[in-house]
């Protein structure tokens, strides 16, 4: 049996949305109910939605109009119905399709999909989800500064959340979310997918660095060996994809000095004190190592603050480098120039000090001349006395 052409219709329609055909023809009946409703309200007939039922042939598209059992389908009711019947149908298959829309990516919320970038306004960047004619939305907040996006770019994105807006449903995703990482590595090592190995902590600066604490419940198994993977091969893979991003994979601990020495990397921590009221850290570090900890623009103790949670003061040579210094903006544009504050600090504590030694120097050698002039008069006294006597 040939499919009619109002099937064929109703299920062209429920295809290209994603929907079920049961859903489709409920819309259409809820459709034409309403519109049976109007007409009678317009010929002053008062009617409730309750006491309707619409009677609608799947294959061949006839409607009946039912009421207490009866046929009450207007003469021409086909011709004066068809527009508001449209207009409903049409809104009740939105809410179907952003019910459908909705619940699906619910799921998928914290997951990593592909995304084709179809369209770039006033900094949004909207990508097409593949799925339903899906589009998910990634503004300027969720973007990686460095990263410059194109038309028909295919980009990985994490889904971050589903929103209600004055435009619809939409789908934020993002790039520059610290899970996106993690759900990079999730999706590389196979270890942490299968939970052997975990991510305990991580921080960033989107398009700079990462910082990334793991820990592995198998002593067999070495978690940031897992991370980097052969030759580096697994964290290449997902330095690649964030177009460069540097990633400091580093082991975590439940000792709180070893874990703070560790996220320091790539610097040499000789030793570290823990001030747990104040919740802070003195490190100490060699005197070649003071600018590794400190970090271009101070960054590498930056995100070790942040991994760990801990205000980490960096102990050198140049003088105690703290946590407030780099929130302050202490910090210039290079290490150098940190180095070069303290070693300013330290030339103006010498120059006091080269003060302090010179005045007491000059206070010696005062005190040295008036003795000097004492025994000089003394010495002519004594002199005077004896040609007295003679």
Same mark, same amino acid.
């Given at each position: ?25 409920? /819309? ?85 999909? /592909? ?49 209600? +807006?004055?435009?619809g449903t939409e789908i ?37 660095? +990462?910082?990334?604490?793991? /820990? ?23 330095? /690649? ?108 504590a010498n120059e006091a ?38």
């Amino acid at each position: 049996m040939a499919i009619s052409e109002f099937n064929a219709a109703i299920s062209q329609v429920a295809a290209e949305k994603g929907i079920t055909v049961e859903s489709v023809l409920e /819309s259409v009946k809820s459709a034409l109910a309403t519109a049976y409703k109007k007409d009678r309200r317009e010929a002053g007939e008062k009617v409730e939605l309750e006491e309707i039922v619409v009677d609608l042939n799947p294959d061949t598209g006839e409607v009946k109009i039912l009421k207490d059992g009866m046929d009450v389908t207007p003469s021409g009711f086909g011709r004066i119905a068809a527009q508001t019947a449209k207009q409903v149908m049409v809104q009740k298959i939105r809410e179907t399709e952003k019910d459908v829309v909705t619940s699906e990516f619910k799921e998928k919320i914290g997951q990593i999909m /592909s995304g084709i970038v179809f369209r770039i306004d006033r900094g949004t960047v909207t990508l097409d989800m593949g799925k339903n004619r899906s589009q998910g939305v990634m503004p300027k907040s969720e973007q990686v500064p460095t990263e410059a996006y194109r038309i028909n770019q295919r980009l990985k994105v994490l889904v971050k959340d589903i929103q209600d +807006t004055t435009r619809g449903t939409e789908i934020i995703v993002s790039r520059s979310d610290p899970k996106f990482v993690i759900e990079l590595f999730k999706q590389e090592v196979p270890e942490i997918a299968s939970g052997v190995v975990v991510i305990e902590a991580i921080a960033r600066e989107a398009g700079s660095r +990462t910082k990334m604490a793991v /820990s592995s419940s198998d002593e067999k198994i070495d978690p940031v060996g897992s991370c980097v993977g052969q030759k580096g091969v697994r964290v290449q893979s997902i330095i /690649s994809e964030l177009f460069g991003e540097k990633i400091d994979i580093v082991p975590y601990s439940n000792i709180t000095e070893k874990f703070i020495a560790a996220s320091l990397s790539p610097a040499k921590v000789t030793e570290v004190e823990l001030n747990k009221e104040e919740n802070r850290a003195i490190v100490t570090v060699p005197e070649d190592q003071q600018s590794l900890a400190i970090g271009k623009e101070g960054q590498n103790a930056r995100l070790a603050n942040k991994l760990t949670k801990w205000k980490i003061d960096i102990k050198g040579i140049a003088g105690v480098f703290s946590s407030e210094d780099v929130e302050q903006g202490l910090v210039g544009a290079t290490p150098e120039k940190v180095v070069g504050f303290w070693d300013e600090e330290i030339k103006k504590a010498n120059e006091a000090e080269e003060a302090k030694r010179q005045e007491k120097k000059n206070i010696e050698e005062a005190v040295k001349s008036s003795d000097n002039k004492e025994s000089v008069e003394q010495k002519e006294q004594e002199q005077t006395e004896e040609k007295v006597e003679e």
